[in-house]
């Protein structure tokens, strides 16, 4: 199981680099600045999930591989970012598997710790998103995931689905497969048709 | 002890939370938004003390019983927020009520660490106020305690009213009340009554 | 080594929280406003790294000396804030030189805790640069280390020089001290030069 948490935390770390990337260029930071942006999106979240748990290492700290890739994912995107213009959506694709792929992975590893249902969907929750929060803090705007598009919610729902099929008799596979899925596909579906929850103003229901 | 330290953080946790998701729904964030803002209020400052001392897991992890109760608070401030804005002020109250419980709180459980004097008063101070000031950067705003009020300051003097008090023979009940309620007083006279220290202009004073 | 750490640690927490209240003071904090942008700005890169290595304690925690220091650069710089005006560029010196000394600090903790190459650095540029990140998101600003001058870059190559160092048969000292040279001398040439990275555009390069 661990085996496959690693391998598509690498990948899920290989596309967020990427969309931080982009950001940052879009900031005009300088090459260095980019490669900091890149490296806090992919793995902020999952560095803050680590911080959490008391006795868990630092992600990585342990596995450096992580480090490399996101190395590449940077240079590939200053190389080809005027390519990578002309395919901002198929961007939002890598985006979203990069949230459905550490989102579950962090669910998985609150339960791995044996930890209350509702603390492993936050963790899930901070896994996948917490990385664009810090991305978006760092380049001084108000968090994406909280406003704009359903995003944090998609995590919620997605690591709910993922606590409830683990009460069933499935296969282990199917287990994450399924609410993977789920978030990859809500999120593209989201953004395509550019659905929003409704934000609570204050004042204006009077 | 440790079962006031844990009773008082819940009230203080509900009390955060209520103010963190009326913050968040002036910035018009949809319900997971308002509802992270709310969980980051509450929980902010003691996650950043609990991370800081190595040996210490960190509460919500442990003690689910806060989320819970995060929930509810924020739940309760989206369905009255219209009623919530004939009453800011009440609310100033909560807000005050949970800064002089997690003050305390975190001064505590310096002591319970054997950690020095100063190092008890600013970990204190990061309970008490850091919560506030993650959900000030999240919502991208100068963080209001280093500015508006007299926001840390009352942490940092109702810390060394504790401190000072632990020093006595008075009895433990007293040790933490005396503090708490100079706490609580000194923001409500200071909100009511709009006090400031003076901002340190370096260019005017000429 | 440890006691070599400890020392260039102190020096440079006085130099960077002098110039974290500085900044505080620009922005019009009041003076706990002041001291805590002054702790955050000189502990914060190396808070981080603490809290990134599960094993470590925080050293301000533990060795309460620092906070101290921090105290007493925060008080002289509001004390001497009118004069300090007339030395802006000397106080950029400061700043240089706690950059040089906490990231071969950070590099050799990583050693310390036989970490990867790459990690190390990466914890050094943290440890160096990350106290000034922090500084600015709490004072809202984009941080200056992503745009402005060369920053991060100059600690990333201090951080490689001082790894290539290590694999030589140099004596200690000049392990250490030619590094830290090497950052404080490229900061400074730096400033006064004026040098700055190419930002990446993505849209002007058509």
Avoid: H
């Avoid at 902020?44 to 591989?65: N, Y």
């Amino acid at each position: 199981m661990n085996l496959i948490v690693d391998y598509i935390s690498i990948i899920g770390s290989f596309a967020l680099a990427i969309s931080g990337a982009l950001t940052a260029m879009d900031k005009k930071f300088d090459p260095f600045g980019v490669l900091i942006i890149a490296f806090v999106s992919a793995v902020g979240g999952g560095t803050i999930r680590d911080m959490l748990i008391t006795q868990r290492d630092v992600f990585w700290l342990t596995s450096p591989s992580y480090v490399y890739i996101i190395i590449v994912g940077a240079v590939l995107a200053i190389i080809f970012r005027k390519k990578l213009n002309y395919m901002a959506k198929p961007l939002l694709i890598f985006d979203a598997i990069g949230l459905g792929l550490f989102t579950i992975t962090g669910v998985q590893i609150g339960i791995e710790y044996e930890l209350s249902a509702i603390n492993c969907i936050i963790l899930g929750t901070i896994t996948g998103s917490f990385g664009g929060v810090l991305r978006d803090i760092l380049v001084n705007e108000i968090p994406v995931i909280f406003k704009k598009e359903i995003y944090a919610t998609v995590c919620i729902l997605g690591g709910i689905l993922y606590i409830a099929l683990n009460k069933t008799n499935l296969p282990n596979i199917y287990l994450q497969v399924i609410p993977i899925v789920f978030i990859v596909t809500a999120r593209i579906v989201v953004i395509y048709k550019n659905i929003s929850l409704p934000s609570l103003y204050r004042d204006n229901e009077k």
